[in-house]
């Protein structure tokens, strides 16, 4: 089946402006994760869903950031006001249950560049 | 906290030769550990993953093995061919935690 999708598969922004970046889990995967690798660093968790819980959201780096899912369906990673900061590849991932002998799987990321 | 470390940050070997990738990490009270290969450009392509109560996991020329109890994993990937030249990142996820705090993997270079 369809892997983890994620679009766009590029953006350039202007410091100030906000993107959307979004993510298709695979079919019948209910957790979903965001995280973002800058150049030259280790993979960031940023946000967690599982089901209808609410989010972990300690990876967040400002409240600048934000995100939502709908059902156990895509996810928006929404930054508001960007940053030059913000430049990163913004990975997505999806596991079958938020369980622990489950393993996660990547999209190909979305990679932001803010002038 | 956890931290992940992987040395060496980048590896050379000629084509065939079987290699070593190292992973250690700080706080042994793992759930698991994950390989992933990534290509320039791509996504993360999970490898293996080795569940806290396990030893070992082999997929094809790649075995993964784990010791919790020292904080470290290898992956070992025999007879080598250009097209394993990637980063591997290794990653764990920790009991009472959902994500993967990872590694800043290491570059491996297969010489033709």
């Known amino acids: 089946g369809a892997g983890v999708s994620q679009s766009p598969s590029n953006k350039v922004t202007e410091k100030g402006k906000d993107v959307e970046l979004r993510c298709d889990p695979i079919?019948?995967?209910?957790?979903l994760y965001w995280y973002r690798q800058r150049l030259g660093q280790g993979l960031e968790f940023l946000i967690y869903?599982?089901?209808?819980?609410?989010?972990?959201k300690s990876g967040l780096p400002s409240d600048r950031f934000s995100a939502e899912r709908t059902g156990e369906s895509v996810s928006t990673l929404t930054i508001q006001r960007t940053q030059q900061e913000d430049s990163a590849v913004y990975l997505c991932?999806?596991?079958?249950?938020?369980?622990?002998?489950?393993?996660?799987?990547f999209g190909p990321g979305t990679r932001l560049t803010v002038l | 906290k956890q931290e992940v470390t992987q040395i060496p940050a980048a590896l050379s070997v000629p084509e065939g030769e079987n290699l070593v990738l190292n992973c250690s990490f700080t706080d042994s009270a793992i759930y698991n550990l994950q390989w992933f290969r990534q290509d320039p450009g791509k996504g993360l392509t999970s490898l293996l993953l080795?569940?806290?109560?396990?030893r070992e996991q082999t997929s094809g020329r790649l075995n993964a093995s784990l010791d919790k109890s020292s904080g470290r994993s290898t992956l070992y990937i025999a007879a080598s061919q250009p097209g394993d030249s990637a980063t591997y990142l290794c990653a764990v996820r920790d009991f009472g935690n959902e994500k993967l705090t990872f590694g800043t993997g290491t570059r491996l270079t297969i010489i033709p």
């Open positions: 079919s019948g995967h209910t957790a």
């Open positions: 080795i569940q806290s109560s396990q």
């Open positions: 869903f599982q089901g209808n819980s609410a989010p972990d």
């Open positions: 991932a999806s596991s079958p249950r938020g369980l622990f002998y489950n393993e996660q799987f």
